[in-house]
Each structure stands twice: as structure tokens, then as C-alpha cells.
């Protein structure tokens, strides 16, 4: 099926390990993003490329690092896991301009920092 | 500075009623889009509905329709006919016209829909 494919969907790290989240489109958007969802806190914006080739800071960048490897896949990398990075993340995609289009999002990868 | 607030943390609706969720945002930039999001308890967010700062009448896609009120500063999501498949988490998101990329999220309203 057509739209964001995102792995692991679930994975449990220790203190201090990396991990990589991979995010893949099939949709042609041009845009990509990365979110965490938190309780009582909405989806919150960590990174996001607006085009192949470009990235940029969200709200809350500070832990993680990303790379648009193509213009279909984005990955958001953790490079020293800490607890406070226990949450779902969310990848997801869209046109660049289009306004009237909703994202398309992946089904979510929960992550457990221990 | 960009900002969505909904301050209805649960409803309670009875099947096939209507119900409405609140949301309103804040910005400067006179061109912005806002969302609804529905969130069913198997995770995944699935887009329902936009409307356009400059659009003239308030949009409609099925049973949800978005009760755009500019100078407010509201965008409501209204839900016609409840049924037992709504009852999940609802998001408002608004991306602004000059930011163009950042689409920021409310907290969300947990909708129940009884029968």
C-alpha cells in the first residue's frame, strides 16, 4: 500500500545506546518530517526537509540528528539515548505548497529508554 | 508566536448526535491552514479536514465540517451523526503561510462515543 512506512515500531533502549529510526515515502511528497508525541502534549515538530537535499530545526531538535538520504527517505538518529527521549515518534510527509493537504503520516514507532 | 489551544481534554457523546470540538489558534501571519487529525486507539493519525485563512466558506468533507470563525480565532470541528468509529483522539494543527513547513499541534481532545 501507498503512503509512510517507518521502522522499528517498537524498540527499547538503554541509557547512553544510538539507534536509527528509518522513515520511507512511496507518495513522491517532497517534504518530510519527524515528530515526537508526548501525553497531554500533542505531536511536537523535531526535524523536518522541506526538499532533498535540505533539513532544519523544529521545535525540539535538541538529541537528534537527521538525514534526507533521498527523496524518499528520512531518518531521525539518536545518538546518545536518555529517558526523557521515551516517546512515540512520528514520521511524515507531504507536498511542499499544499496547503489544502493533510500530512501523511507512518504508523508510529514507540521507543523506551531505560 | 504560533499557537493551538484545546481545552476540552475528553467528550462524551451519545451515537448519532453531533458533537463539537473546540480549537482555537493564535498567529500573526495572515496566511495560514488548519487541520483536524483523527487518532483511533491503534495509533495512526489520519488526516480529515483543512481550511484555508482566505477561504470564504467554512469546509465540509462528510459528516465533519470545520466551524471557521476568523475573528474569533476558532476553528471547531464539528462531528454530524456520531458513531461508535469516532471515538479517538481528535488534534487541531495550524502550519503558517510564511513558515510554510512547520505544521504545530494542539494537545488533543479525547472524544467517547457512547451507544
Known amino acids: 500500500n501507498a503512503g509512510v512506512t517507518q521502522t522499528p515500531k517498537f524498540q527499547v533502549l538503554k541509557t547512553g545506546q544510538s539507534m536509527t529510526l528509518q522513515c520511507a515515502q512511496d507518495m513522491n511528497h517532497n517534504s518530510m518530517y519527524w515528530y515526537r508525541q508526548d501525553p497531554g502534549m500533542g505531536l511536537r515538530l523535531i526535524y523536518y526537509s522541506a526538499s532533498e537535499g535540505t533539513t532544519d530545526k523544529g521545535e525540539v531538535p535538541n538529541g537528534y540528528n537527521v538525514s534526507r538520504l533521498n527523496k524518499r527517505e528520512f531518518s531521525l538518529r539518536l545518538e546518545s539515548a536518555a529517558p526523557s527521549q521515551t516517546s512515540v515518534y512520528f514520521c511524515a510527509s507531504s507536498d511542499s505548497f499544499g496547503q489544502g493537504e493533510g500530512y501523511t503520516f507512518g504508523s508510529g514507532t514507540r521507543l523506551t529508554v531505560v | 508566536a504560533q499557537k493551538i489551544t484545546q481545552t476540552q481534554p475528553g467528550m462524551f457523546v451519545q451515537e448519532k448526535e453531533a458533537v463539537t470540538l473546540d480549537c482555537t489558534y493564535d498567529?500573526?501571519?495572515?496566511?495560514?491552514?488548519l487541520f483536524w487529525y483523527k487518532q483511533p486507539s491503534s495509533g495512526e493519525m489520519i488526516f480529515l479536514i483543512y481550511q484555508g485563512s482566505y477561504d470564504q466558506q467554512n469546509a465540509t468533507e462528510g459528516r465533519y465540517s470545520l466551524n471557521f470563525q476568523k475573528a474569533r480565532k476558532s476553528a471547531n470541528l464539528v462531528i454530524s451523526a456520531s458513531q461508535l468509529g469516532d471515538s479517538a483522539m481528535y488534534f487541531c494543527?495550524?502550519?503558517?503561510?510564511?513558515?510554510?513547513?512547520?505544521?504545530?499541534f494542539g494537545a488533543g481532545t479525547r472524544l467517547f462515543v457512547k451507544a
Open positions: 498567529t500573526s501571519d495572515p496566511s495560514y491552514g
Open positions: 494543527a495550524m502550519r503558517e503561510g510564511r513558515t510554510g513547513f512547520k505544521t504545530i
